[in-house]
T-cell receptor, first 110, second 117 residues
Framework: QKEVEQDPGPLSVPEGAIVSLNCTYSNSAFQYFMWYRQYSRKGPELLMYTYSSGNKEDGRFTAQVDKSSKYISLFIRDSQPSDSATYLCAMEAAGNKLTFGGGTRVLVKP | GAVVSQHPSWVICKSGTSVKIECRSLDFQATTMFWYRQFPKQSLMLMATSNEGSKATYEQGVEKDKFLINHASLTLSTLTVTSAHPEDSSFYIC?????????????FGPGTRLLVL
């Protein structure tokens, strides 16, 4: 079993819809949770960073962490074609390396 | 701020040759840099962690003699793929962190695509 599980998709939604992404994890030592966006043939770009259970909002993005269920989510409101990319969740135990999920491909159709 | 660059962005080489990839933090000093490899439609796999002035720490299964890492300064780390073979063809991405104890703020470079013929 992988430490971090993420549905690979692809997830196809119409423009303007809400994109819902999630990851589950098994390592209870993970304390920091991140979401990255990666366009094809580019490096990952940090979107959201959280370290406590609950919600964190930044513009159209909302990150949600439920440590009791070992489950994190990312919601993208009012999705745009430019949001089409692969979204990677990543987690870190204190003072340790990042562990990435496999990534979910998202396609927002105009 | 927090920009990481990589050079070259892509490289094609013959089997058996060595290739050097540079990773630079442009506007901050990075105490720790990381090298990742990403195969098509797969996630990032950490290869090694390098701290300025010390030897790199390699992940299990990564050959340290094949993937030479040098972190000579706080703004530059290099990865040399020695005696490259077609199976080494991949997307290599570096990241840089300001604080080695709070590695959650990793900034990624744009990646280097390597094709070994």
């Amino acid at each position: 079993q992988k430490e971090v599980e993420q549905d690979p998709g692809p997830l196809s939604v119409p423009e303007g819809a809400i994109v819902s992404l999630n990851c589950t994890y098994s390592n209870s030592a993970f304390q920091y949770f991140m979401w990255y966006r990666q366009y094809s043939r580019k490096g990952p770009e940090l979107l959201m960073y959280t370290y406590s259970s609950g919600n964190k909002e930044d513009g159209r993005f909302t990150a949600q962490v439920d440590k009791s269920s070992k489950y994190i989510s990312l919601f993208i409101r009012d999705s745009q074609p430019s949001d089409s990319a692969t979204y990677l969740c990543a987690m870190e135990a204190a003072g340790n390396k990042l562990t990435f999920g496999g990534g979910t491909r998202v396609l927002v159709k105009p | 701020g927090a920009v990481v660059s990589q050079h070259p962005s892509w490289v094609i080489c013959k089997s058996g040759t060595s290739v050097k990839i540079e990773c630079r933090s442009l506007d901050f000093q990075a105490t720790t840099m990381f090298w990742y490899r990403q195969f098509p439609k797969q996630s990032l796999m950490l290869m090694a962690t390098s701290n300025e002035g010390s030897k790199a720490t390699y992940e299990q299964g990564v050959e340290k003699d094949k993937f030479l890492i040098n972190h000579a300064s706080l703004t530059l780390s290099t990865l040399t793929v020695t005696s490259a073979h077609p199976e080494d063809s991949s997307f290599y991405i570096c990241s840089a962190s300001v604080d080695s104890f709070t590695q959650e703020t990793q900034y990624f470079g744009p990646g280097t695509r390597l094709l070994v013929l």
